[in-house]
Nanobody, 123 residues
Framework: QVQLVESGGGLVQAGGSLRLSCEASGGTLSRSAMGWFRQAPGKEREFVAT???????DYADSVKGRFTISRDNAKNAVYLQMNGLKPEDTAVYYCAARLSTLKSTDQHEYNYWGQGAQVTVSS
């Protein structure tokens, strides 16, 4: 059973940066597409970024140009570098793994989920 654990969340000022990490155990992620999703209070969970096993990426319009998703298969990890953070980025961020090599923006196509990491951006 694959387990995903996020880390790197916290409180940051607007305009600041954070890097979220997601490490997997119980299996390799090398052939799995990965995604980051987030859920703000009172809102539905939304897509943030995804990366295929061959490192093709896609981003939500709201974060494009500010966030970068990457992966390190040797470390069985995926990352989300967040720059130029805004208060509206405040949310719980989840990493997810899909039993497919193809990236996806659809949360329903992901099979494994982390517990979430809180990111709070102050104004």
């Amino acid at each position: 059973q694959v387990q995903l654990v996020e880390s790197g969340g916290g409180l940051v000022q607007a305009g600041g940066s954070l890097r979220l990490s997601c490490e997997a155990s119980g299996g390799t992620l090398s052939r799995s597409a990965m995604g980051w999703f987030r859920q703000a209070p009172g809102k539905e969970r939304e897509f943030v970024a995804t990366i295929s096993w061959w490192y093709s990426t896609d981003y939500a319009d709201s974060v494009k140009g500010r966030f970068t998703i990457s992966r390190d298969n040797a470390k069985n990890a995926v990352y989300l570098q967040m720059n130029g953070l805004k208060p509206e980025d405040t949310a719980v961020y989840y990493c997810a793994a899909r039993l497919s090599t193809l990236k996806s923006t659809d949360q329903h196509e992901y099979n494994y989920w982390g517990q979430g990491a809180q990111v709070t951006v102050s104004s």
